[in-house]
């Protein structure tokens, strides 16, 4: 999805029409966003946008209908993930490849990587139970922008800090510039981007 379509979908609500039950108990956790959209009759839609699944029902739906179709929408929305990003074991394996190929003096591997719903970071890494968590965010990013995160983490497996010794292995990932670049633009657009104060205060309840 674009950010182009979420604000797009987004807009017709922004007059103070926002339903104040925009979140659905149990499935909320600030990860699904529900937006009643009055421009819209009777389709729905579901995407990710910046971490999230925002799902735009048309106003009218009703409290039953709008219980039974979001999960069914999350659900779809999952699925197709599931299809096209790697299994955490492919993480796991690819970590492995990078270290073999540009760090081969890192010999210690994870026991365990995982995608986590991660706004704050891209990914982090604990060198005491060898376990890395990656964000979300990063599904369906181009590869050498995962592979720069993975690398980084597989790093930290081995040395905990960002100085000199860390860097001078970080330096050796062919692609850093262009992976930066996409990582800083992701999240510079995400700040623009970022919800607007009604939303924010429906997610913090
Ligand atoms: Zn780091």
């Not at 492919?90 to 706004?119: F, G, K, N």
Request: hydrophobic share 45%.
């Amino acid at each position: 999805m674009s950010f182009d379509s979420f604000l797009d979908d987004l807009a017709p609500d922004m007059d103070g029409d926002l339903d104040p039950d925009a979140t659905l108990p149990g499935i909320t956790e600030g990860e699904i966003v529900v937006i009643r959209s009055t421009r819209r009759k009777k389709n729905i839609s579901a995407y990710r946008a910046g971490g999230r699944i925002v799902v735009s029902i048309p106003a009218r739906m009703s409290k039953a209908d709008e219980r039974a179709m979001v999960p069914e929408m999350v659900a779809k929305i999952r699925a197709q993930e599931a299809a096209i990003t790697m299994s955490e074991s492919a993480l796991a394996a690819r970590i492995d490849e990078l270290l073999r190929e540009l760090a081969p003096e890192i010999a210690i591997r994870p026991v365990d990587v995982s995608w986590r719903a991660m706004r704050e970071r891209w990914g982090s890494c604990t060198s005491v139970d060898r376990t890395i968590r990656i964000s979300d965010r990063l599904k369906g990013a181009p590869a050498h922008a995962l592979d720069f995160v993975l690398f980084h983490e597989g790093i930290h497996l081995e040395i905990s800090d960002h100085a000199e010794e860390f860097n001078a292995i970080l330096a050796r990932f062919p692609k850093a510039e262009i992976a930066s670049a996409y990582l800083d633009g992701y999240e510079a657009a995400e700040t623009a981007l970022a919800l607007p104060d009604e939303l924010k205060k429906l997610l913090s309840k």
